[in-house]
């Protein structure tokens, strides 16, 4: 991607990064993560400084920070050198408070992520069984889940679903084999510590119609790799049976995921966050998350949220509980008595 002599557009930052547009203006709204300057004084234009900050707000969320701690560690970090073109070609960057000491983190090149997951596609459609377990391993070893997932795993497969749908009904194979073996290595994540006995679960369903599952698999190992406790429910599950799961489990929240807008089922979500349980005077209810494409459009209605990918909902969901390391503290909402 060439960079514009006055910077990126948002979109273009969103594809680099892997997140939603509504994401970085989220951001830019209620952390100050914006961009140094603005085009005529509206449009955003993002330098090479603003990217560094963003690239650190999504490396810290994804490791379970809350947004509004990783937004201040993000600013408080000096912005890694950009190239001699692109300093002299974009406004200079906001100046930085000194790094706060960390954790070495692994360097990641984005060209080997994008290799890698060309090798996914083509190993698919040659129905080597080997290379997809090797080379998925590979990808969530050295790059962590939510990499691998954004980044490897999810392009692979809109690739060969895209390369299916345009060749007759042809490698349709090739997608079940990669699904499978891409469920299977998210199974695979080796879980962190576990919650203690009797803390609520997030709950993990398909709404009626939806039988897509792999974005909530990978937010179920995302879960365990922070030690949190998830309940998979899986695809097209009936209301009745959702309304029976949240009133027997009291979940910390409920993930409603949704491919297409022709399954997202808007008046299921409200009806689920506006359950309640437990005694007069401390009763609770769920968050509600509204994931997948399929709820896109107007902003969701007062105690929904809609995260723009797999990092924001990992860190949503790790704020419900205040013991988690990370955590924000902030605890599912009791309802009105």
Do not use: N
């Not at 300057?37 to 963003?54: K, S």
């Not at 799961?245 to 979500?269: D, E, K, N």
Request: aromatic share 4%; with cysteine.
């Amino acid at each position: 991607m060439t960079e514009s002599p006055h910077g990126l557009t948002t979109g273009d930052v969103a594809r680099r990064l892997g997140v939603a547009p509504t994401t970085l203006r989220s951001w830019d709204r209620r952390y100050g993560l914006g961009p140094a300057a603005r085009q005529d004084g509206r449009h955003r234009r993002w330098t090479a400084g603003d990217i560094a900050v963003l690239r650190e707000m999504c490396r810290l969320t994804a490791s379970g920070v809350p947004p509004a701690e990783a937004a201040r560690a993000a600013l408080a970090g000096p912005a890694p050198a950009a190239s001699a073109s692109a300093a002299s070609a974009s406004p200079a960057p906001r100046a930085r408070q000194p790094r706060r000491p960390g954790p070495p983190q692994p360097p990641r090149s984005l060209g080997d992520v994008r290799q890698e997951c060309r090798g996914l596609g083509r190993a698919a459609v040659r129905l080597d069984a080997l290379a997809l377990e090797a080379a998925l391993g590979s990808a969530i070893g050295r790059y962590g889940l939510v990499t691998a997932w954004e980044e490897v795993m999810a392009p692979a497969l809109h690739a060969v679903g895209r390369k299916w749908e345009t060749s007759g009904d042809r490698y349709v194979e090739a997608e079940h084999l990669l699904s499978w073996h891409v469920s299977t290595a998210l199974r695979r994540v080796a879980p962190a510590t576990g919650a203690p006995p009797g803390t609520p679960p997030v709950l993990l369903a398909c709404v009626p119609g939806e039988q897509h599952t792999l974005a909530l698999e990978a937010l179920a190992a995302g879960l365990a790799e922070l030690g949190l406790p998830a309940m998979m429910l899986g695809g097209a599950v009936p209301p009745e049976a959702l309304d029976q799961a949240v009133r027997r489990t009291g979940p910390a929240g409920v993930v409603l995921w949704s491919q297409a807008r022709s399954t997202a089922h808007h008046l299921l979500a409200r009806r689920v966050a506006e359950t309640v349980w437990g005694v007069k005077g401390a009763r609770s209810r769920p968050a509600v998350l509204l994931a997948g494409p399929g709820w896109a459009g107007p902003a969701p209605d007062r105690g929904l949220l809609r995260p723009g990918g797999l990092r924001e909902a990992l860190a949503l969901l790790a704020a419900l509980y205040p013991a988690a390391p990370g955590s924000g503290g902030r605890k599912t909402a009791p309802a009105q008595s």
